[in-house]
């Protein structure tokens, strides 16, 4: 037998044998409100799990092939086009792994205008994730579409909070996205102290905006639930929160692994039905990177506002509910608006100066990790004796969270069917669930289309 | 993805008082006629008209919502596919009905097409129906639209559509220096 019937949000489901849900087939076609295409396949038989499988269908892209043969400076400005939403991360952690690669070091200036537009990325795309894609789900609207009719002020604070970020992105990096000053060695065009001050004034004014925000999600019911998982993250050697620089440390091994050593703690593997590869690491089947990573292991590096706002929010590590990786997004919020205000005011008293792009003094092998948006991003490369790309590897941090998305799933299905909730709200829990991790598969999407069909 | 050429938003041509346009330049690299929004905003980019803006947009929707809000005069460039009667090459203009409400509501349904509920996948529709709600609407939105053959991969233009390009980033040039001239007047 096999029926289906539409359910919420555009999905199907269909009952198994004798109408109970101990037997059936979950198939989620088109995961949406994440970035590209992906199915999730659930499979029951006599209330077991035999199958779950979040099925990532995206064509492979070839990144790591195609910028095999160009010349080491060439090569941020292809792979920062990797992501319109994290082209910074991916531009840092390229420019990063290439200077370790050809000796250079940047000055202490140009590391604090990259920490500077980290944070103005870090604020658009979480900003866009809450606003856009996950608040509809606790509004009881479909998308952004219906709310900015019941809700237009939300919106409008959305909109401003998102160009503010924007502008701090192109004020630092000469455009919002795929930044063209960001070069190898240091920037090609420095900031003015007008623009400076001017992005410094505005973020002091979106303190309310920010206040606002977190009363919006003071109110919001996320589900109650939580597994214990390995939180993988960079710590960095002073008392930063970090992004831009460390080493990795995890929930479960807090002994930091120095980033040219990646490979022992992440593991790459793959699997048939997804063209992302998964990731384990040395002490765990799946592990989990992102801002509830980040928070959990370095949330004590807080700014003290945003302390206080996890604090409001009801958020405290260590936090095993992957539904609150969105009350950790808004809490890196709070930290990158008042992390960026003091780095602009330092900017500000110290003055910038241009100085010379700094060159090679070598070619070999590198890696570069940065905290992108959504986790640890890794990036390495094997130049050859003219500095141009012998192999690449670029580690996302999505594909790092597939792994452990399919673990969480396995794991609250059975408890979703024991407390006999209906089909069409775990289907909810799924799709909420999948989208709390902020899943950039490639160019997002929203709902989840969903079967449930007998076997 | 959006790129905005913010040199001349702070050079000499830039007046907080006088009435702001927006040109938004949409459409995808290396997909052939696809590219033709950007081309357009390409060649106005090298001398925008004056207190106005030039935006390259690869996903016109959520950035778009942020630069139309203050703007007086919101110009949408992009690409349609080229129909039987319609051949690549062929171009309009069309003026968003801002002030009759149910003529809207067809032009923005019209533009929106599909209704998603991504964020992601925002069309230049849905911002303007977002915008709508939201009050930011601005008093006067154009949409040139240039006919296109090919959505293909590669750099490659369809005949006619390069000397379209050119004809519209003309026409658009005269049309917002008339318009910026017209605003000048009623407002002296």
């Known amino acids: ?455 | 993805m959006i790129a905005a050429r913010h040199a001349h938003r702070n050079g000499r041509h830039f007046n907080a008082a006088a009435p702001r346009a927006v040109i938004v330049g949409c459409g995808r690299s290396h997909r052939c006629d696809d590219q033709i929004g950007l081309l357009i905003a390409d060649l106005l980019s090298v001398e925008p008209p004056p207190n106005t803006t030039v935006v390259r947009s690869e996903a016109p929707g959520a950035d778009l919502l942020t630069e139309v809000a203050g703007a007086d005069l919101v110009i949408i460039v992009d690409a349609a596919a080229a129909r039987e009667t319609v051949p690549p090459g062929r171009w309009r203009r069309i003026a968003v009905p801002r002030r009759d409400g149910r003529r809207l509501d067809v032009a923005l349904q019209s533009l929106s097409g599909r209704r998603t509920s991504s964020s992601h996948l925002l069309g230049v529709g849905d911002a303007l129906v977002i915008s709508r709600d939201l009050g930011l609407l601005p008093s006067e939105t154009w949409i040139y639209v240039v006919y296109a053959g090919s959505f293909g991969y590669g750099d490659e233009l369809s005949g006619g559509v390069w000397e379209s390009i050119r004809e519209v980033a003309g026409r658009i040039q005269r049309d917002v220096r008339e318009w910026m001239r017209l605003r000048s007047q009623r407002h002296a």
């Open chain 1, 1 to 455: 037998m096999s029926a289906t019937r539409p359910i919420t949000n555009g999905a199907s489901a269909s009952k198994g044998k004798g109408d109970g849900p101990a037997s059936g087939t979950i198939e989620i076609r088109e995961i949406t409100r994440v970035e590209g295409h992906g199915n999730l396949s659930v499979r029951l038989d006599d209330g077991e799990i035999t199958r779950l499988e979040l099925q990532i269908v995206e064509s492979p892209r070839f990144f790591e092939s195609f910028v095999r043969g160009q010349r080491y400076d060439d090569v941020p400005q292809v792979v920062c086009r990797i992501c319109g939403i994290c082209s910074v991360a991916h531009t840092s952690a390229a420019v990063k792994a290439i200077e370790a690669a050809a000796g250079i070091v940047p000055t202490e200036q140009t590391i604090l205008l990259r920490k500077l537009i980290l944070f103005g990325e870090q604020i658009q795309s979480h900003v866009l994730h809450l606003y856009f894609l996950a608040v509809p789900d606790y509004l009881g609207v479909g998308s952004v579409i219906p709310l900015a009719k019941t809700h237009p002020d939300v919106v409008r604070r959305a909109l401003r909070m998102k160009k503010l970020a924007n502008d701090l992105c192109a004020t630092i990096g000469g455009r919002h996205i795929h930044p063209i000053s960001y070069r190898v060695g240091g920037f090609s065009h420095l900031p003015s102290i007008e623009q400076l001050q001017d992005i410094k004034t505005r973020l002091e004014a979106a303190r309310s905006d920010l206040d606002q925000t977190v009363e919006l999600f003071e109110d919001l019911a996320l589900p109650d639930y939580r597994r214990d998982t390995e939180y993988l993250a960079l710590k960095s050697d002073d008392n930063e929160y970090a992004f831009y620089d460390g080493r990795l440390v995890s929930s479960v091994d807090a002994r930091p692994t120095a980033p040219a050593d990646y490979r022992r703690r992440v593991i790459e593997s793959v699997v048939a039905h997804s063209t992302a590869k998964h990731s384990r690491s040395s002490s765990s089947d799946s592990y989990a990177v992102g801002a509830l990573a980040r928070f959990n292991v370095n949330g004590d590096r807080l700014h003290p506002a945003a302390r206080d706002a996890a604090h409001r929010l009801g958020l405290k590590a260590p936090c095993r509910n992957p539904y609150h990786n969105n009350t950790a997004q808004l809490v890196e919020v709070i930290h990158c608006t008042e992390s960026a205000i003091e780095l602009a005011d330092r900017l500000l008293r110290e003055g910038t100066r241009p100085g010379p792009i700094a060159g090679p003094t070598k070619f070999g092998r590198g890696v570069g990790i940065v905290e992108a948006p959504r986790g640890v991003l890794i990036h390495e490369y094997d130049l050859d004796e003219r500095g141009r790309v012998r192999d690449a590897n670029l580690i996302i941090p999505t594909s790092q969270n597939l792994a452990n998305i399919e673990a969480d799933m396995r794991d609250m299905v059975p408890r979703l069917l024991e407390r006999n909730v209906a089909r069409d709200r775990i289907a909810g829990r799924l799709e909420m669930l999948i989208r709390a991790y902020d899943p950039c598969i490639s160019c997002a999407t929203h709902f989840l289309d969903l079967d449930w069909v007998s076997p």
